[in-house]
Structure formats: C-alpha cells, structure tokens
C-alpha cells in the first residue's frame, strides 16, 4: 500500500480567509437612538461574526452593526461595484476619526 500524507490545509486559502471582509451595515446608538448606515463594515480579522465598531457622531460611543449585507449590487449583482447608489455614494466621505479600523493603523480607504 503507498503511503499518503495526512490531509494539510491549503495555507493561501486559510491566509486569505483571515483577511477582513467588507460588508454594508447597520448601526443604532445605545444611548442617543441614533441611526446609520455604512458601506465600510469590516469584519475583524479571523474572526466572521466580529465588527470594528463605528463611533456615533453625537455622543461618541462606540457602536457594532446590529446587521450586516454582502456588498452586491441590486442592478449588475456584482460585488462591489460602481453603478448601485446606496452602497457607493461618492458624494459621501468615510469618516477615518469614527472607524475603530481606520484608528487602529489599518485605513479602510487609500
């Protein structure tokens, strides 16, 4: 009988995976009821059901999306994309100060 080797795990494929992921979420602030929505939601790094949290602008509080979508396009159904409004609006700026990502030293936008 040949021998084989114990199963291994493809590394690239396990590395990538480690990666954040982006999604569209959805915050609500605890303390004031306030309510938005973001096109930079990361997941943490190893880890598919954490966020980096988002500050509110009124009270400074650190928020975690309380739903998060794949960011797909309701028109081409590509994943990021430029032609959906709602997840690419380019009028609208990232907020570096509030992203505890982009605070942490690893920016969201370039």
């Excluded at 929505?37 to 602008?57: F, I, L, M, N």
């Excluded at 380019?90 to 570096?96: D, F, I, R």
Aim: glycine content about 2%; charged content about 35%; hydrophobic content about 15%.
């Amino acid at each position: 009988m040949p021998y084989r080797r114990p199963w291994r795990r493809n590394t690239k494929f396990h590395a990538r995976e480690r990666r954040p992921k982006k999604f569209y979420g959805f915050f609500c602030c605890d303390s004031c009821d306030s309510n938005w929505e973001s096109a930079h939601v990361y997941s943490k790094p190893g880890r598919s059901d954490e966020y980096y949290t988002q500050d509110c602008k009124k009270c400074d509080i650190a928020c975690t999306p309380y739903k998060v979508e794949k960011l797909v396009c309701s028109q081409c159904h590509e994943t990021n994309c430029c032609c959906e409004k709602r997840h690419n609006d380019p009028s609208k700026h990232h907020m570096a100060e509030l992203c505890e990502k982009c605070r942490s030293g690893s920016k969201c936008q370039t």
